[in-house]
């Protein structure tokens, strides 16, 4: 139940918990649906209004010394009162709370309340209180602690939320239980080394010995201690252990853990997973500044990964299954990290658990981002307890490969105007260089902590620079053309995006502008960048014209976003070893939105997925600029050395795809290297650059290509394929075959159905060649394809005046 002003409710509303208010009302009928049209400002009434939970119970007294109330996640200031008595008051969305309520329990009917004081009042009150310290967007985010993109971000919607927002439960013990376990696991040699720090907790009659007993791997091992220890180390050793190994490197080898206590007649248990591994970071200085370097297990990995944000703006509504889905994108995308970004969450068991499973390491933000904080009371305190219960928590996986103290904060501070507000105020370094380290090396010293991204690992060198440590790479979108990538010579790239907008379908089921326009009301609504459609269109450069219709404006910034990444990463790559990664923002969306998102909020692969796809593939092809002329650049991020023989030839765009020149040579590359061969200058030099480009093909099928002018300057033909459809028993297929050079072929059979999904995209076709997308999950395949469900950059390239040069 609400209190304040809405005359909305005037009944109580059934709650579902975990839960959230927004999505209580939504499923009562009482509100529509958050994400549809300029639903957003309308509501924005319940963050503004505090809530109360109430629920009734029965309980029979039990043979047990102790009953709690535990409660795993309340969002975010609460009252929490049994039976008319005050447990307490909470105001930390980031950890658990757990009320003794013993004495207070009565037999039969109990009453629990919960009530919710406002999460915008409360953020506007505790900024009143304590001082304004800086921030991003409009609500003082930082001075709670809740997930900062909450309260609406450049990509995702103003929502702040209220509710219980995880599992609430009364537990009954006597004598002793297990109140943590840290199981770390590590490597000596070729053993595994299982060191489980084990906490309990006492009831007040609890008297003799308890006996703890670990077991892995078919070991098991016993330790006694005295009533009223409070932790206990236990060292199981396995022979001859399989290590885990992140994907691309080796098997996810992964290992039950059992841990019991047991004392008189009482006995508590705990059950988990863990894996056995070495992971390190070297920032040692070299000759070229400082690298950023992951290890596993001893071995460099390569990082190919995307920045994570909370899978949904309504996070209670993610389980497993939708977990994996978008987990699963990551891996088809062949990437090999996702970085829990510092404005969300420390997220469910469940994403943690799949990232174990399917061999993707985790980079986990403590949730810090783009903000100066406070470090007084009683912040420091919430902060000192969240991080120690969230690394007790994630300290068993073995994907873990990083914890950073925050997002962009120290670069902020350098950088961003806000030492003069801050007046000399402490704004968070305490956290990054002194508390949080602390933590993370008394709780989980097996794993690296870095103090922030972008962070130079040195406190006299600027925190984002190319030559130390991790970057973020943002004047690319903001201000300067994505060609700038290639001016930069990152160490690692932990953050940089381009924008585009989600899949028509996702689009138009909640922006309903007649007629569309990207300035629409309701499109600006899902626009959340500062001058995003102004940058939309300066980004084209002279790399795509101009949009005429609304179906052009959705393909041309669709394709430049996923051209500007793709740019960036094969830069990146064939710069190896000196850049060894890069995180591209973003993985996915929390509704549906213009983003940065190579997946969309309905799920949907957009082109730069696919762009993505290629990439990040094990082994990458790529023609880049140097400075004695392009070179073929190849990396091979794999245990095999990469032999194939390549045909490079120069070729016309227009019919038929006549070929000028070709040469043939052998390309060597050795497991885990890289190399760079030069363009035969027969193939490097164009007659005419307008009309020519060059195709590098390996007999293994990994393909490159090259053009000597941007699109706008290049000659492409009209009619430049066909399109043939077959009907299939999942759905359809179409098959396009070149009669001249057709670039960045996409098929969007969403157009025609949202619920279908194409497997391939952005196929690029020399006249002669063929490519079948195979498209699934639709019942009834249509008659025929045209645009704008079939698109190629000819359709948006081609005139009048260069027609003729097809014949």
């Known amino acids: 139940m609400p209190d304040g002003n809405s005359a909305l409710l005037v009944a109580p509303v059934v709650a579902t918990v975990p839960g959230e208010v927004h999505t209580d009302l939504l499923a009562a009928g009482v509100i529509p649906d958050p994400f549809d049209g300029d639903n957003e400002s309308k509501l924005a009434w319940i963050g503004k209004t505090s809530w109360s939970y109430r629920t009734v119970f029965d309980w029979a007294p039990d043979e047990h010394a102790v009953q709690e109330l535990v409660a795993d996640g309340l969002d975010t200031a609460a009252r929490v009162t049994l039976n008319g008595t005050q447990l307490g008051e909470t105001c930390n969305q980031h950890r658990s709370y757990r009320f003794l309520v013993s004495g207070l329990l009565v037999a039969g009917r109990n009453e629990l309340v919960v009530e919710f004081a406002s999460p915008v009042g409360t953020a506007n009150r505790l900024r009143d209180e304590s001082g304004l310290w800086p921030h991003t967007n409009h609500h003082p985010y930082n001075a709670i602690r809740k997930m900062a993109s909450n309260f609406g971000w450049d990509w995702g919607p103003d929502v702040a939320t209220a509710g219980i927002w995880r599992p609430i439960r009364i537990e009954s013990w006597t004598g002793v239980r297990i109140a943590s376990v840290r199981p770390l696991a590590g490597l000596d040699r070729d053993r595994g080394v299982l060191d489980s720090r084990v906490s309990l907790a006492w009831s007040g009659d609890a008297t003799g010995d308890a006996t703890i007993t670990v077991e892995v791997g078919g070991t098991s091992t016993q330790m006694t201690v ?161 991080a120690r219960e969230a690394v007790t928590r994630l300290s068993s996986h073995a994907s873990l490969a990083l914890w950073n103290g925050n997002n962009e904060n120290i670069w902020g501070y350098v950088e961003w105007g806000w030492r003069e507000p801050l007046a000399g105020r402490a704004w968070g370094e305490g956290y990054y260089l002194d508390l949080l380290p602390r933590i993370v090396a008394e709780l989980d010293p097996r794993t690296p902590y870095s103090a922030g991204s972008p962070f130079s690992y040195d406190r006299y060198i600027h925190p984002n620079d190319e030559r130390n440590g991790t970057m973020h790479i943002w004047d690319v979108w903001n201000q300067v053309d994505y060609s700038t990538y290639r001016k930069y010579q990152p160490r690692f790239v932990s953050e940089f995006g381009f924008q585009g907008p989600p899949a028509w379908s996702t689009l138009t089921s909640v922006v309903h502008d007649e007629p569309l326009d990207p300035y629409g009301d309701q499109m600006l609504v899902h626009q959340k960048a500062f001058e995003g459609n102004l940058k939309l269109e300066r980004g084209l450069g002279d790399h795509l014209p101009k949009w005429k219709t609304m179906d052009d404006w959705h393909w041309t910034t669709q394709l430049n976003q ?28 929390n509704w549906p939105v213009v983003s940065w998102a190579a997946v969309d909020g309905h799920g949907i692969r957009k082109p730069l997925w696919h762009a993505l796809q290629r990439v990040y593939a094990d082994r990458l092809l790529t023609v880049q600029p140097r400075e004695g002329g392009p070179v073929v650049a190849a990396h091979n991020d794999t245990d095999v050395a990469w032999s194939t023989e390549l045909t490079v030839t120069r070729r016309s765009t227009t019919k038929g795809g006549e070929v000028f ?36 093909r390996g007999t293994d099928g990994n393909t490159a290509y090259w053009y000597f002018v941007e699109d706008t300057s290049l000659h492409l033909e009209a009619d430049a394929y066909t399109a043939d459809l077959t009907p299939t028993t999942t759905g359809y297929d179409v098959t396009v075959t070149a009669t001249a050079l057709t670039k960045d072929l996409a098929l969007f059979p969403d157009r025609l159905d949202p619920s279908a999904r194409v497997d391939t995209c952005l196929i690029t076709l020399p006249a002669g060649n063929s490519h079948t997308f195979h498209v699934t999950g639709t019942p009834t395949p249509p008659t025929q394809i045209t645009k704008p469900v079939l698109r190629s950059a000819n359709d948006l390239l081609t005139n009048p005046g260069v027609r003729h040069l097809g014949g």
């Open 661 to 696: 020149a070709s040469e043939t040579f052998a390309l060597e590359v050795p497991a885990r290297g890289a190399v760079l061969n030069s363009l035969p200058e027969s193939v490097a030099t164009p007659a005419d650059p307008t009309t020519e480009y060059v195709e590098v």
């Open 226 to 386: 005295a009533a009223g220890t409070e932790e206990v180390g236990v060292t199981s050793t396995i022979d001859a252990v399989e290590r885990w190994w992140p994907r691309g490197y080796g098997d996810q080898a992964l290992y039950d853990v059992s841990i019991s206590v047991t004392a008189g007649d009482h006995n508590d248990d705990w059950q988990g997973r863990v894996g056995f591994r070495t992971v390190t970071m070297d920032v040692t200085p070299d000759k070229y500044g400082g690298p950023f370097v992951l290890s596993v297990n001893d071995k460099p990995v390569y990082v190919r990964g995307a920045n994570w944000i909370p899978d949904d703006a309504f996070v209670t509504r993610l389980d497993r299954a939708t977990y994996e889905r978008s987990i699963r994108d990551a891996v088809d995308a062949n990437m090999n990290l996702l970085r829990v970004w510092g404005g969300g969450l420390y997220e469910s068991d469940d994403f943690y658990d799949i990232c174990d499973e399917l061999g993707v390491l985790v980079w986990q933000d403590f949730l810090f981002a783009c903000a100066a904080y406070s470090e007084d009371e009683p912040l420091w305190s919430e902060v000192e307890a969240e």
């Open 562 to 589: 996923a051209r500007a990444i793709a740019y960036g990463i094969e830069h990146f790559r064939s710069l190896y070893p000196l850049n060894t990664g890069a995180i591209v923002w973003q993985l996915n969306d």
